[in-house]
């Protein structure tokens, strides 16, 4: 058995008795890697000299008996559009296929201080912008439970990496649902913090007012354990929230009695699978039996997130990627004539077509003329829907619906219709345009693929729903399925 299907407190139980040591933890996740990666393709950067050498170093501070970190020994995986340095950051784009930072993102800093141990970085949909990892210029990840299908996006290499096996943990960033459907798609806990709570600094930006870091782990307590060393003020990141850091772990009592449960129609209603919407209920009736309490509520402007989500993103993004000009870093094509020749054929060629998509709707809906028919009326649109969360939570402790409408889509199936694409966010949206956090647990499966069970909380309340996720994680198996690869 791989030593990453053990809880992260029996893997620090086994560094601290002897039985192993960092560097076999970090050899076997290199030799997964190798075994299965090729396959997954959920890698675009290895760091095996870097992991080795701070592998050793973490095996010198185990038996010195110094003070080891949170999250001592374990081997992660990093979304490749989170900046680390002197390790080659691409965010999966041809424009960017050669960028070495010379600085830490916050999260990948604080990664460190915690003794985990860089693996690598992730593949993701270019720029982060898709819903199946398919917009990669480095080619697709497949999902590890059937390869023929997608694993989700846009951390579809985060997600897939920890389903594999192949790391003890990842960290992805979530704009839409870019955390919780992957995690949804490849059965593993995806949870996407209250906007503010991790800092942004060193995220490669697409959506600055939506863009969140967050931990994909194989069980809830994992994930509590990394919200625990990443969560946290930050002076670098203007958008930091200044918000004591509660202890995650203490939540997890497994205590759900009296719990208020909210489940909005909107979300089990036209459009996701029956099969999925099955599955829901059944673990609604798993709380139900753990004394919780659940009613049917509506939230009446979630129609409208997708067409709001997909204005204000692209609008954000087309301002957030002029800076990518083939003049300052990154891709340059330069053919003679003038600057302008310089940034159209740098820019051609860096960029994907839902990259260029996306920055000409955006583009767009903030020339004049536009602004107020389009970019005005979506952020009205998103005030609407935080109020529609707002007022739910002044009787409901959580809200609890399907994380993506289906399972896991076949690769090719929607490459050529890109509405349809963007509508398998359409139940991760609102949460991301109302800021508010959000975890993704498995809750069974449907034809033979996992389904994910969204738990929606307060602004700042990650305790109450990693309370409820552990809660019904310990009162089910679902989290500890595996894919055969």
Not at 222 to 244: C, F, M, N, P, R
Request: aromatic share 8%; glycine share 10%; net charge negative.
């Amino acid at each position: 058995m791989s030593l990453f299907q053990n809880r992260l407190p029996e893997v620090h139980r086994m560094l601290t008795a002897k039985e192993v040591s960092v560097s076999e933890l970090t050899e076997e996740s290199l030799a997964i890697i190798a075994e299965r990666d090729k396959n997954v393709n959920a890698f675009l950067t290895l760091n095996e000299e870097g992991a080795r050498s701070t592998a050793r170093a973490l095996d010198d501070k185990l038996a010195s008996g110094a003070a080891r970190g949170l999250l001592f020994g374990l081997p992660a995986g990093i979304k490749d559009n989170i900046v680390t340095k002197g390790l080659r950051t691409t965010c999966a784009s041809q424009f960017l296929s050669d960028f070495q930072p010379i600085y830490n993102a916050t999260v990948a800093s604080k990664l460190q201080q915690a003794d985990a141990v860089t693996i690598g970085k992730l593949n993701m949909d270019e720029f982060a912008m898709g819903g199946s990892n398919e917009n990669s210029s480095f080619g697709p990840v497949r999902n590890p439970w059937d390869l023929e299908r997608v694993p989700g996006g846009s951390s579809g290499g985060s997600a897939a990496a920890v389903a594999a096996g192949e790391v003890f943990f990842s960290l992805g960033s979530d704009t839409g649902g870019s955390i919780r459907q992957p995690a949804s798609y490849c059965g593993v806990v995806g949870l996407k913090p209250t906007y503010g709570l991790v800092s942004r600094y060193g995220l490669v930006a697409f959506a600055s007012s939506l863009d969140q870091i967050g931990p994909l782990t194989r069980n809830v307590e994992d994930s509590a354990y990394v919200l625990q060393a990443i969560a946290g003020y930050d002076a670098q990141d203007s958008t930091s929230a200044k918000v004591e850091i509660p202890d995650y772990l203490s939540s997890l009592t497994g205590d759900v009695s009296g719990l208020r449960i909210a489940v909005p129609k909107e979300y089990l209603g036209a459009g996701v699978d029956a099969s999925v919407r099955e599955t829901v209920l059944s673990a609604l009736k798993v709380l139900e039996g753990m004394g919780a309490v659940w009613e049917e509520v509506s939230l009446p402007h979630t129609e409208y997130a997708v067409a709001a989500y997909y204005l204000l993103s692209s609008s954000e993004a087309s301002s957030n990627l002029a800076r990518f000009d083939g003049v300052r870093y990154g891709a340059r094509v330069d053919e003679g004539g003038g600057l302008l020749d310089l940034y159209l054929n740098s820019r051609s060629r860096g960029f994907g077509p839902e990259v260029k998509r996306r920055i000409m709707l955006g583009t767009y809906a903030l020339s004049s003329g536009y602004y107020d028919a389009y970019y005005l009326k979506a952020q009205k649109v998103r005030t609407l829907i935080k109020q529609d969360f707002d007022d739910i939570f002044k009787k409901y402790d959580v809200v609890i619906g399907p994380t993506a409408p289906t399972t896991a889509f076949k690769l090719g199936s929607q490459t050529e219709d890109p509405l349809t694409m963007y509508l398998n966010d359409i139940l991760t949206i609102p949460v991301s345009l109302a800021g508010i956090p959000a975890v993704s647990v498995p809750c069974g499966f449907a034809e033979g693929m996992p389904v994910g069970l969204q738990i929606i909380g307060k602004e700042f309340d990650e305790s109450t729903i990693l309370r409820v996720a552990h809660a019904f994680e310990q009162n089910t198996d679902h989290h500890k399925q595996r894919p055969q690869l």
